[in-house]
C-alpha cells in the first residue's frame, strides 16, 4: 500500500498554537509498515489520548484486513485469485475495491491493483527488498494485465481470466487516511493532522493562516517548496526513491508500471492536492506512471486539478491550480506551469 516527499510533517502549522483552549496533542503509531504521526487539536489531553487510541485499534484491524500477502480478507481474497478461482470478495472489502478499479479503468491501467504478481516478483512485497532483477521472460509471462474492468465484482464474486493478485499498496494508504478523518469527525475533532509515511490529512482551518506542507527534492535535501492549503486537503506523493534497490549500478524503484512489468522511469515524484485521500494516492501513481508525457491527460482523466510532477531530468510540471499554492524557496527550480 504512497515522497518531492511531501510532507514529513513539515507542517509548521503544528507548531503554532490554536485557538485558546485547544493545544496540540501528538501520537506516533507504528502499522501498515510506516509511521502515522497523528497530531490532535483539544482542550483535554485524556479524552485525546482515548481518541488517539482509539485510531491506533482501527488501523491495526485495518492493516490486517487489507494487506495483500497476509491471512487477513484481502489476503484470503488473493489466495484465490492466484489460484485463478472465482473468488467471492468480502462485503467489507467490496465497495473500495470497486472504486480502485473504476479509477484503475480511467488512468487507461497506469494504475493498477492487479500488478500483484508483478510487485512479488520483484520482491517488493516484502520488507526488505533483495537486489534481484527478474527474468524478463518471467515479466512478460504476467502480460497483459485483464482491463480494471474486467476485475469489477460480480454478483459479489470477481472472475480472473488468469491467476493474478490484488496489490493494495496503490491505494491502501488513502483508503485508512480518509477512515481516520471520518472516524475523527465523529467524534468531535475539528482540527487535526494525519501523516502516514509523509502523506498527509489536514483536517479543518489553522486558526491564523494557511497550513504549509513542505515539498521536498527528491535528489537532495531540504524543501524546494511549500504547499498552502487553507481546510481539509489530502497530500499524496509518489516518489522513486522511497522503496528500491541498486543493482549493477542502476537504481530499481518499487513503483511498477502495469503496462511493462519493470519500474516507471520517466519521473521521479508526483505531488497530488485533493480533498479525496484514497483519490490523491491512485492519481500520484497513475500521475507518476504516466511520466511528463500523459500527465495532464492522466490528470483529467481522474478529475484532478492540482498536480505537480518532477520528470526523470529534474524538470518540474506544475498545473495552473497547484501553482496557485506552491511557494518556492531560492533558487527557483525549472519550472513548467500549463
Known amino acids: 500500500m504512497r515522497r518531492v516527499s511531501v510532507a514529513a510533517l513539515m507542517l509548521l502549522a503544528a507548531a503554532c498554537s490554536p485557538a485558546p483552549q485547544e493545544r496540540a496533542h501528538d501520537y506516533r503509531i507504528h502499522v501498515m509498515g510506516t509511521v502515522v504521526t497523528l497530531t490532535l487539536y483539544h482542550a483535554r489531553a485524556d479524552e485525546a489520548a482515548r481518541i488517539a487510541a482509539d485510531v491506533e485499534t482501527d488501523l491495526h484491524a485495518f492493516s490486517h484486513r487489507w494487506w495483500s500477502w497476509g491471512e487477513g480478507e484481502m489476503g484470503q481474497l488473493n489466495a484465490g485469485l492466484r489460484a485463478g478461482k472465482p473468488t467471492p470478495v468480502p462485503p467489507g472489502l467490496q465497495p473500495p475495491l470497486s472504486r480502485a478499479l473504476s479509477l484503475a479503468q480511467q488512468s487507461e491501467g497506469r494504475f493498477h491493483p492487479a500488478v500483484g504478481e508483478l510487485v512479488r516478483l520483484w520482491g517488493l512485497h ?18 497483459p494485465l485483464p482491463a480494471p474492468d474486467a476485475l469489477q465484482p460480480q454478483a459479489g464474486i470477481i472472475t480472473p481470466s488468469q491467476p493474478l493478485a490484488l496489490d493494495t499498496g496503490g491505494f491502501a ?12 469527525r465523529t467524534q468531535g475533532v475539528a482540527r487535526a493532522i494525519i501523516s502516514a509515511g509523509g502523506d498527509v490529512r489536514i483536517i479543518g482551518q489553522h486558526p491564523d493562516r494557511p497550513w504549509r506542507v513542505a515539498v521536498h527534492d527528491p535528489r537532495g535535501h531540504g524543501a524546494i517548496a511549500w504547499l498552502e492549503v487553507d481546510g481539509d486537503a489530502a497530500i499524496f506523493t509518489s516518489g522513486d ?14 513503483i511498477i508500471d502495469p ?4 519500474p516507471a522511469s520517466a519521473s521521479r515524484a508526483v505531488t497530488v492536492l485533493h480533498d479525496d485521500a484514497l483519490l490523491a494516492d491512485i492519481a500520484s501513481t497513475a500521475l507518476f506512471v504516466a511520466g511528463p508525457q500523459e500527465w495532464r491527460a492522466t490528470a483529467a482523466a481522474l478529475d484532478v486539478t492540482a498536480a505537480l510532477l518532477i520528470d526523470a531530468g529534474g524538470r518540474l ?22
Open 259 to 262: 503496462r511493462t512489468g519493470y
Open 126 to 143: 516484502r520488507h526488505e527488498v533483495e537486489p534481484r532483477v527478474p527474468d524478463a521472460d518471467r515479466i512478460a509471462a504476467l502480460l
Open 241 to 254: 526513491y522511497e522503496r528500491g534497490f541498486e543493482h549493477n549500478a542502476r537504481r530499481y524503484h518499487h
Open 173 to 184: 494508504k488513502g483508503l485508512a487516511v480518509d477512515q481516520v478523518a471520518a472516524a475523527l
Open 317 to 338: 510540471h506544475v498545473t495552473p491550480a497547484m501553482a496557485e499554492h506552491l511557494r518556492f524557496t531560492d533558487p527557483v527550480p525549472p519550472l513548467a506551469v500549463r
